[in-house]
């Protein structure tokens, strides 16, 4: 009787990482097939993509709805970061109320919903302080909700740029003679923002996709952003295409925004080395 037959030798580690890849890839290649083959394009292309329907957007998904998505974004991010800032140094703070507030606010603003948030600054507000009214009506409202969720994250977001600026550069400061809050505002905090300018940048693309849900404080046809938009034409037309071309706006504001943190954490990585 012959004595055993020789094992089969055994892949490399590059044989084996090559038979892995080939594997993947070829799972996404009939993934692929199999949604082209079974894909009704017909009914694609009819609901949602139809040019005749795009073109009745035009010019108020540029001129109104995209422009208060903007503006909606910007001064809810404003106000976020202000109010974060402050967050950041009462979390700081040798102060014990300062302190149990600020994490108080912001366990509480980070676990609930946006959508919460809006609705409770549209319709809570206003029973809570009758008669009182948020300045720029549902400008202001947006603002102001946007700010709201947004502060909690960007206080988080501060902090650890404040705690990651050297110690060093605080002692050299009150060596100097400087007093700590000065310190803090001529040198440590403008220190932190610039570490931190990356995650506020992802924070912002956030509050773009947030702004959305301006849609629940009521807006005016003048007021509407850019699902509202969506929501209102699809509604009238029967026809999802109106809901593409909101994405499409979105994703311009957002693509961008989100390649300029990539290159901004990539800059700060280098310059840490």
């Known amino acids: 009787m012959t004595q055993h037959a020789e094992a089969a030798p055994r892949l490399t580690r590059r044989q084996r990482r090559r038979l892995i890849l080939g594997g993947e890839y070829g799972i996404f290649i009939v ?73 108080a606010y912001i366990e509480v603003f980070r676990g609930l919903p946006a959508l919460l948030i809006f609705i409770f600054v549209g319709t809570g507000v206003p029973i809570a302080f009758p008669g009182v009214n948020i300045p720029g009506g549902v400008y202001g409202q947006a603002a102001l909700a946007l700010g709201l969720v947004s502060a909690a ?34 040198i440590i905090v403008p220190q932190a923002l610039r570490i931190v300018i990356p995650p506020l940048t992802n ?9 959305s849900l301006a849609l629940y404080l009521g807006v005016t046809l003048q007021q509407r952003e850019l699902a509202k938009l969506a929501q209102d034409v699809t509604g009238q037309k029967g026809n999802a295409t109106p809901i593409i071309a909101a994405a499409i706006c979105y994703l311009i504001i957002t693509i961008p925004l989100s390649h300029v943190a990539r290159r901004l954490e990539a800059r700060q990585k280098r310059g840490q080395r």
């Open 153 to 186: 994250y960007m206080a988080e977001t501060i902090r650890a740029g404040i705690e990651a600026v050297p110690r060093g550069q605080m002692e050299a400061a009150r060596t100097l003679g400087m007093s700590h809050g000065r310190a803090m505002r001529t």
């Open 31 to 103: 993934v692929v097939v199999l949604f082209a083959s079974l894909a009704d394009w017909g009914s694609l292309k009819t609901n949602f993509a139809e040019w005749h329907v795009a073109k009745t957007l035009f010019p108020d998904i540029i001129t109104v709805a995209l422009r208060n998505t903007v503006l909606f974004t910007v001064t809810g991010f404003g106000l976020g970061l202000a109010a974060g800032l402050l967050l950041a140094l009462m979390r700081l703070s040798s102060v014990p109320p300062y302190r149990w507030f600020a994490l």
């Open 203 to 211: 924070e912002l693309v956030l509050l773009v996709k947030d702004s």
